[in-house]
């Protein structure tokens, strides 16, 4: 028969092991830009017996725990895939105070006044008070020095390549520059200074919670040569133990940057 601890003797032991990895953590091995696909909020609200909108919420005030988490570990960028194209199509009840959460969470990280606040995705499908609180967060944190903080809304992969790929081609086009001419000067980096993350170093490792093991269209781009990390924890459950764990598994690996 199996005796459960007691919280408080469960907590301490959580915490004493927590420390254990961490003080095992070699932090020239930690990954500077780690992307995260914060999955499973609803799933824990149901298993918890709570609402969906509780489980978004619950979800966003994990958030400035993570944060929190890289900031101690010197990760220097986190991208946040907060809603996805596919988001968009689910129904007005549910879209609705999940746009009001994460519009809540965003002014939150800006006022925060630790974290540079930059929006990834395409704003032209956001509702228009979602696209001025992420306009707003962005100019309010572009001096901080802080962890640079992408917060993915209304972010598809494929969405963020054509993307990129029409504003090459109005570019040029404003430049004059010929189809052929284009096509001749058309590479990686050239599509690379057109992607939301333009500038940025692309994710060393991406962490998906609540145990799917698939991207799902995220940072397909710049992915490439990612890490991935999948772990079996629903998003709002997420522990530092487990992010620490995600940390010592990348630093464990050797990465080729290849086949």
Same mark, same amino acid.
């Given at each position: 028969?199996?005796?459960?601890? +007691? !919280?408080?003797?469960?907590?301490?032991?959580?915490?004493?092991?927590?420390?254990?990895?961490?003080?095992?953590?070699?932090?020239?091995?930690? +990954?500077?830009?780690?992307?995260?696909?914060?999955?499973?909020?609803?799933?824990?609200?149901?298993?918890? @017996?709570?609402?969906?909108? %509780? @489980?978004?919420?619950? /979800?966003?005030?994990?958030?400035?725990?993570?944060?929190?988490?890289?900031?101690?570990?010197?990760?220097?960028?986190?991208?946040?895939?907060?809603?996805?194209?596919?988001?968009?199509?689910?129904?007005?009840?549910?879209?609705? !105070?999940?746009?009001?959460?994460?519009?809540?969470t965003?002014? /939150?990280?800006?006022?925060? /006044?630790?974290?540079?606040?930059?929006?990834? @995705?395409?704003?032209?499908?956001?509702?228009?008070?979602? %696209?001025?609180?992420?306009?707003?967060?962005?100019?309010?944190?572009?001096?901080?020095? /802080?962890?640079?903080?992408?917060?993915?809304? &209304?972010?598809?992969?494929?969405?963020?390549?054509?993307?990129?790929?029409?504003?090459?081609?109005?570019?040029?086009?404003?430049?004059?520059?010929?189809?052929?001419?284009?096509?001749?000067?058309?590479?990686?980096?050239?599509?690379?200074?057109?992607?939301?993350?333009?500038g940025?170093?692309? +994710?060393?490792?991406?962490?998906?919670?609540? &145990?799917?093991?698939?991207? *799902?269209?995220?940072?397909?781009? %710049?992915?490439?040569? *990612?890490?991935?990390?999948?772990?079996?924890?629903?998003? +709002?459950?997420?522990?530092?133990?487990?992010?620490?764990?995600?940390?010592?598994?990348?630093?464990?690996r050797?990465?080729?940057? @290849?086949?």
């Open positions: 028969m199996r005796i459960p601890y +007691p !919280p408080a003797l469960r907590n301490l032991v959580y915490r004493l092991y927590a420390r254990r990895v961490e003080g095992r953590l070699d932090h020239t091995q930690v +990954p500077k830009h780690i992307g995260v696909i914060l999955d499973g909020n609803r799933r824990w609200a149901r298993a918890d @017996g709570r609402t969906t909108e %509780q @489980g978004h919420q619950a /979800g966003a005030d994990k958030i400035s725990e993570l944060l929190g988490w890289c900031e101690e570990t010197d990760v220097e960028v986190v991208t946040l895939w907060l809603l996805s194209t596919d988001n968009l199509d689910r129904p007005e009840a549910e879209l609705k !105070p999940l746009l009001g959460i994460i519009e809540n965003v002014r /939150g990280l800006a006022a925060d /006044g630790r974290w540079r606040v930059h929006h990834v @995705g395409n704003r032209d499908l956001l509702p228009t008070a979602t %696209q001025r609180v992420l306009k707003e967060s962005e100019q309010a944190t572009a001096d901080n020095k /802080g962890v640079l903080v992408n917060v993915a809304v &209304g972010y598809g992969g494929r969405q963020e390549i054509a993307d990129a790929v029409r504003s090459l081609l109005l570019e040029h086009a404003a430049r004059g520059t010929s189809f052929e001419q284009l096509a001749e000067i058309v590479d990686i980096d050239l599509i690379s200074e057109h992607l939301y993350t333009r940025q170093p692309d +994710p060393d490792l991406v962490i998906r919670t609540s &145990g799917e093991q698939r991207l *799902s269209g995220f940072m397909l781009w %710049q992915s490439a040569h *990612s890490e991935y990390y999948f772990c079996e924890v629903f998003w +709002p459950a997420f522990r530092k133990v487990d992010f620490l764990r995600a940390l010592r598994d990348y630093a464990a050797h990465r080729r940057y @290849g086949f």
